[in-house]
């Protein structure tokens, strides 16, 4: 039998392909010019940077890792995010010390063994972005303002940003006494993972999926209700800041996140076309997390966007120009005038493919037609002693001789009909 790709994971191919590679390019020419530089970490790290990292009683760590031991018996975790690896690096080249603020961002696959479904994938890609050294609120608005803008020069609307604050060290631990005692009361009514993470980790419990624990949910205390003066202060600045930028938003108190180490600012942007899987990045601060993993005490703020069901929502839309390709045959055994033809073409910009193995006219072109090609150029002996070519185009199977000198001119005005 033959073997076909692991479950939840895919091949990305032509056309789909061509949106992907366009869209990488011009995510990072917009990055650039909000001072980002690229990092690539590497795919898998030391099992503890995630686990210590993201926080054990994650559904991501407590379930969803794929880890493993090495040959030396060391365990190791292919990544399911990479804001953990980037802080990782972040410590590891001491780049607190190169510069007050630092503007990274980062293209990749993550991996997470969760149940794949529509824009749910165990190999997916993600585009985020991470600044460390300010606790500004200005860089919050900033950086979720960039990626609007990214998602607008890509054509999208109907895309709505939600924004919260899950307080910080001051404010929390209120929050989440508030918050157990209200869910014990409700304990019976709660899924068993929930009974867990009421003692363990409360605000897990907020963003369950179960329709029991999310009816719960509804009535349960409100962490804008508990956030210290200074959180308030942070929040308010960052709508003022989001007002500024010119970013529509909406106030969200329900949202928590499914990763530990958010503190303050929370948000993500929701497309409602997706269905169950809708939201297409979230992010938030995370101002403890880089001494957490050992570093000195940097405060953070990024997101990452899910490019997968970023591309659901593109759909059919192309974000790159369909270039014409030329199909130059050879029409015979010497390959010598179509192969100078092609060359020639490629030393323009254009895309040009010699079919070297067409047996006869009839065949090169059934070829062409198979490829969805528009134009072909024949090259074979008889033209190249008549120093033309005869180009040839698909669509009304028209076809002219013209001479090899105007190749370039000829074809110009040809694709501008
Ligand atoms: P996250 O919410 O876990 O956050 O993932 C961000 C985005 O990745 C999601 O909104 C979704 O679009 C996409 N995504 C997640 N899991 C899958 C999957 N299994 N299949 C397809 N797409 C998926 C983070 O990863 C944080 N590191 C974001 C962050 C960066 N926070 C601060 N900095």
Redesign the pocket.
């Known amino acids: 039998m033959a073997i076909k790709a692991v479950k939840?994971t895919r091949d990305i191919l032509a056309p789909e392909i061509r949106n992907w590679t366009e869209y990488e390019d011009m995510a990072r020419k917009l990055f650039r010019r909000y001072g980002f530089e690229e990092i690539r970490t590497p795919i898998f790290e030391y099992t503890e940077v995630f686990s210590r990292g993201?926080g054990e009683d994650t559904d991501?760590v407590h379930k969803?890792m794929y880890t493993f031991s090495d040959r030396k018996g060391r365990s190791i975790t292919l990544r399911?995010?990479?804001?953990?690896s980037?802080v990782r690096s972040y410590i590891e080249h001491r780049m607190d010390l190169q510069a007050k603020v630092t503007r990274l961002f980062y293209i990749g696959p993550?991996f997470?063994y969760?149940r794949?479904q529509k824009?749910?994938?165990?190999?997916?890609?993600?585009t985020?972005?991470?600044v460390f050294g300010s606790s500004h609120p200005f860089v919050d608005a900033d950086t979720i303002e960039m990626v609007v803008r990214l998602l607008r020069d890509l054509g999208l609307s109907g895309l709505r940003v939600d924004i919260n604050s899950v307080g910080c060290r001051e404010c929390r631990p209120g929050y989440r006494e508030a918050l157990q005692d209200y869910l014990s009361g409700h304990r019976d009514s709660l899924c068993e993972d929930c009974r867990r993470r009421m003692e363990s980790n409360p605000l897990r419990v907020l963003d369950c999926k179960v329709p029991g624990c999310r009816a719960v949910v509804e009535d349960a205390p409100s962490i804008q209700d508990h956030l210290c003066d200074g959180c308030r202060e942070h929040q308010e600045q960052v709508f003022r800041f989001l007002d500024l930028l010119g970013v529509d938003y909406r106030p969200e108190p329900g949202l928590v996140?499914?990763?530990d180490?958010?503190t303050r600012t929370v948000f993500?942007?929701i497309s409602e076309g997706l269905g169950a899987?809708n939201?297409?990045?979230?992010?938030?601060?995370?101002d403890n997390l880089v001494k957490e993993l050992g570093g000195p005490d940097v405060p953070?703020?990024?997101?990452?966007?899910?490019?997968?069901?970023?591309m659901m929502v593109l759909g059919d839309r192309k974000l790159y120009e369909e270039s014409p390709s030329f199909y130059v045959l050879p029409v015979g055994k010497d390959l010598e005038y179509a192969v100078q033809t092609a060359l020639a073409l490629k030393d323009n910009g254009y895309r040009a493919v010699v079919l070297a193995e067409a047996a006869s006219l009839k065949s090169g072109l059934k070829q062409v037609n198979r490829a969805g090609g528009r134009f072909v150029l024949l090259a074979g002996e008889s033209e190249k002693e008549k120093n033309v070519l005869i180009l040839r185009d698909m669509e009304n199977s028209s076809q002219r001789e013209i001479p090899a000198a105007d190749l370039l001119k000829e074809i110009e005005n040809e694709i501008k009909k």
């Open positions: 939840g993201i991501i969803e399911p995010e990479n804001t953990a980037v993550m997470r969760e794949p824009g749910r994938y165990r190999q997916f890609y993600q985020g972005a991470e996140r499914g990763l180490y958010y993500e942007v899987q939201a297409i990045l979230g992010g938030g601060r995370y953070a703020f990024g997101w990452a966007l899910g490019m997968d069901r970023l």
